[in-house]
C-alpha cells in the first residue's frame, strides 16, 4: 500500500482516470461524492482534508464547462478557487502532497507557439480566471503544491471528448466540422494520471504544464488526425473531410476562447517522465475507442 489519496474529482471524467491508475499502482482512495462533501463548503473542505489522514491530496474538480461559468461566476468561484485555497491551506497544516489541475486557458493565447510556465497569463473568461484566481490562492495557502496545467483533455471512460465524438459522429454519417484558428495541444487523460502518480513528482513545486510534446494542433488538425487513425483501425471505411471554422465564426460558443495556448512540457520532460506528441496522443486515444467499441 503506497499510502492514502485524497481524491476530489474522482466523478468525473479525468478524476475517474485518476482513480483507477492510483488503485492499480496501490494507492488507498477516498473519493468523496459531492453530497458528502460539496465544494462550494470551503469549512467541509477543510475539515475534510484535516481529518481523513491522507498523505496526498489531488484536486481534479472543477466546473469545466465554459458556458456554465459564464451563466453563474459564483458558483465557478466557489469550485475552481475557493475550494482549492481550502485544500492547500489544509494540507499546510497537516503537511500532505498537494496536486491541482489547472488549465491553458489561463494563458493570454495572443501569441502563437509554446508557452512554457513563465508565460504571460490574462484569461479571456470566468472558467479562465476562476483557475488563475486559484493558482494564486494555492501559492499562498501553501507554497509546496504542485499546480499542474493540462490541456485538450481527452481519452474518458465514456468516450466524451472532442476526439472520441468526432469519430463517433464520422461512423453516424454526420457533417463534420472544427475550429482551424485555435491551438493547444491533445492529452490523454491516462498520461495525465500516469504523470501525476509518478515518483518524479514528490518534490516538484509550483506550476508545471503537463501535456503532451509536439506542434501545436488546431481542432482541425485534432479531427483529421484521430479520422485517419479511425480509417487505418476500420472504424470508418475512409476519412470523411472536415470543413474548416474560424473562432470568429463559432456563434455555438457563448465563452470567450484563446486562441494560442499551446504549451511546452519541457520542464516535465526534464524530470524524466516522457509524454507522447499530439498526434501520438491522438493515435491512442483512438486506438482505445476501437478496442472497446469491437469488444
Known sequence: MKGTLLLFGASGRTGRVI???????????????????????????SDLVLTCGA????NAAAVSN???CE?????????NAAAPAAMALACRHTGARFLHLSTDYVLEGRRAGLK??????KPLNIYGESKREAEFAIAEAYAESLIARVSWVGGFDNHSSFIEQTVLRAQRGEALSAIADQFSLPTDAEDIARALLHPALGTCRGILHLCSGGAPMSRLDCAVTALREAAACGLLPAAPEVRPLSLRDAAFYRAARPQHTAMSNARLLSLGIPMP????CIRAIVRRLAHTLSA
Not at 512554457?116 to 497569463?121: A, G, K, L, Q
Open 116 to 121: 512554457d510556465e513563465s508565460s504571460r497569463c
Open 71 to 79: 451563466a453563474d461566476p459564483l458558483q465557478a468561484h466557489l469550485v
Open 66 to 68: 465554459l458556458e456554465a
Open 55 to 58: 498523505e496526498l491530496v489531488l
Open 19 to 45: 482513480a483507477r491508475r492510483a488503485l492499480a499502482e496501490g494507492y488507498r482512495v477516498l473519493a468523496p461524492a459531492h453530497a458528502d462533501c460539496p465544494l462550494e463548503n470551503t469549512a467541509a473542505v
Open 277 to 280: 506528441t499530439g498526434a501520438e
